[in-house]
């Protein structure tokens, strides 16, 4: 007899990114005009994720070197163009705002981020 288990958040968190990894590789489809599907090659990440522990790397191609010189380009701009010395929430919404920035694009165009223990057989 099946009786439903509880779910916890590992469980879930677990499912959300079988979800997410199915629809990469959904996207990871071409169809040509014959109706036939080939299978592309897969896209290198710009950010792949930490060794040990959660979240990503050091960029691993031109595009994630660009995305972190833009930041840190932005960055130096933004104590010019919002001095902390006269006004700290200006310039702490302006830094909040650029490291949003580049947490949406690591997470767009890099590896999921998960919690890893170094060589595990999961990465």
Not at 81 to 96: E, H, K, N, R, S
Request: net charge neutral; charged share 15%; aromatic share 16%.
């Amino acid at each position: 007899m099946w009786v439903p288990r509880r779910l916890g958040a590992e469980s879930i968190q677990s499912a959300a990114w079988a979800v997410a990894d199915a629809i990469r590789n959904l996207n990871a489809l071409e169809h040509t005009p014959q109706g036939t599907i080939l299978m592309q090659t897969p896209t290198r990440y710009w950010f792949p994720a930490k060794k040990f522990g959660w979240g990503w790397g050091i960029p691993d191609t031109w595009q994630g070197w660009i995305v972190l010189a833009i930041f840190f380009i932005l960055l130096l701009a933004g104590v010019f163009l919002f001095p902390p010395a006269t006004g700290l929430i200006p310039f702490l919404a302006y830094v909040t705002s650029l490291s949003l920035g580049l947490i949406a694009v690591c997470w767009l165009k890099g590896e999921p981020p998960r919690w890893r223990w170094g060589d595990d057989e999961n990465n």
